[in-house]
């Protein structure tokens, strides 16, 4: 960093520190970083061809059972949800400056250096760390389309933040949403009508044989007591080789993943398409003041109530849907990404009500350090699993732990985490890789050890962060 060029970075465009942080916004960002970790570690430390399909087939007891659905009804995709609620209010903050009329440009130009390299930062995350499921590089593109919605009135920012579930929703062939539904629906019924033929006797086409087929294989994949196809076991035994091999045999089976999902499929454009829309509701929320806890406690309290009982509901019946393991075509396909935003709302309401109680900031207190170093903690999370706790070279844990294990794992591992960034955030204005992001976007070495009570303050750009990133 002492090679950088030292240019003048106006001090209204400093990072955001000290007591002007708004704190809420860090307790719910440490909490999502830490949440978001029960999602990624099944990704980790199994054979995800295995079972992706079908969770019975990593293992299913009456635990793996209840820690499956309690997941999947309150938890799944809402810390990611709450990541993208965050990011979207950060955005305001942190372009708060470009309302005056001679600092848009200024503003503009630290925001999408910033994101700019939050995108190398995701690059590094996938290719290096090999965490396929990384979420900084579709939140750095993500950010380059906000900028210029800054000043939309909350409910058109509302109406754009809804787009994506509505795409949801309607579906598209191949995939989910109404679309899907009507699809399996058809597929049944030919399934159904060209069985009742053969049973009569009567002579198929190739081409009904050709469907008969792959249904009756769609209907063994379902069935435990059947042996999965060949192609399939030929496919979980290369993932098995390359998380049994050396470095490399891992990074390319990883890399190819990427690629197949996120580079050459259409990963990454749904990817920051959610995003986007999400990052849209964050900021009408924080123009109502909701997110950052402007609200009065009955407003949280009935916010948290009305959002968990539709969410939580909706993904109830989702998880009863699935439990049926059945061909049967589920309205879950439809009301997902709705449900998951209602259930993200919820958590909203929760947090924020417990963060207006006295108890309830003593509670989530903790959860401050961990966001304001979340860049850090999820990176560390990545690199020590990945690379130690399931690497055949590191602890070979890797296919050794069922759902209930992996959840008791993530648990300890959140916690050694939640007390490692407090002790650490005791001696440092910031986690080491928001340092190393903060002093790359603003192009100047920015403050790092913790001063001492009553030391000065220089008054250079610095402390402990800023709000604009989850991550």
């Known amino acids: ?244 091999g050396t470095p490399m045999d891992m990074a390319r089976f990883n890399w190819g993943a990427w690629n197949k999902i996120f580079g050459a499929g259409n990963g990454t454009f749904f990817g920051v398409l959610e995003a986007v829309c999400a990052m849209f509701l964050g900021m009408a929320l924080f123009k109502w003041g909701v997110i950052q806890g402007s609200r009065s406690p009955q407003f949280y309290l009935v916010l948290a109530i009305c959002a968990y009982v539709v969410g939580c509901g909706l993904r109830a019946w989702s998880v009863h849907e699935i439990f049926r393991f059945s061909l049967e075509p589920k309205i879950g396909w439809i009301t997902d990404e709705f449900a998951r935003l209602c259930v993200t709302l919820g958590h909203v309401g929760l947090f924020n009500l417990l963060l207006l109680t006295r108890s309830g900031r003593f509670l989530l207190a903790p959860f401050k350090a961990v966001g304001r170093m979340a860049f850090t903690v999820y990176i560390t999370t990545s690199t020590v699993m990945i690379w130690f706790v399931f690497a055949p070279w590191g602890l070979g844990l890797w296919e050794r732990f069922g759902w209930s294990q992996l959840m008791v794992a993530a648990s300890l591992f959140n916690l050694l985490m939640l007390i490692a960034a407090n002790l650490w955030m005791r001696f440092f204005v910031s986690g080491p890789l928001e340092w190393v992001w903060r002093s790359l976007s603003y192009w100047k070495r920015q403050p790092f050890v913790r001063r001492r009570a009553g030391a000065l303050t220089p008054a250079a750009p610095g402390g402990a962060g800023e709000v604009v990133l989850p991550v």
């Not at 396929?132 to 210029?148: E, K, N």
Request: proline share 5%; hydrophobic share 50%; charged share 20%.
């Open 1 to 244: 960093m002492a090679t950088m060029v030292d240019t003048h970075v106006p001090l209204d465009l400093a990072p955001v520190r000290g007591r002007q942080r708004i704190e809420s916004l860090d307790v719910l960002r440490g909490i999502a970083i830490l949440g978001i970790f029960y999602m990624n570690i099944p990704f980790m430390a199994t054979n995800v061809t295995a079972w992706l399909p079908d969770p019975r087939r990593l293992s299913w007891s009456a635990a793996d059972q209840m820690n499956w659905a309690a997941i999947r009804i309150f938890w799944d995709g809402t810390q990611r949800g709450l990541f993208e609620f965050l990011f979207g209010a950060g955005v305001l903050v942190f372009t708060a400056k470009a309302m005056k009329p001679d600092d848009p440009v200024a503003v503009a130009d630290l925001f999408f250096r910033r994101n700019l390299w939050l995108i190398l930062f995701g690059l590094v995350d996938i290719f290096v760390v090999l965490w396929i499921g990384d979420i900084l590089l579709v939140y750095g593109l993500s950010a380059l389309f906000l900028f210029p919605f800054r000043k939309l009135p909350p409910r058109a920012l509302l109406a754009m933040g809804l787009l994506f579930a509505l795409v949801c929703a309607i579906g598209w062939p191949g995939g989910g949403g109404l679309v899907g539904y009507g699809e399996r629906v058809d597929m049944l019924m030919e399934a159904s009508r060209i069985e009742a033929k053969a049973h009569s006797g009567a002579r198929l086409t190739n081409k009904e044989s050709e469907t008969l087929k792959a249904f009756r294989t769609r209907q063994d994949a379902i069935d435990l007591s059947k042996p999965l196809p060949k192609e399939r076991q030929e496919k979980i035994a290369e993932e098995r080789r390359a998380f049994n």
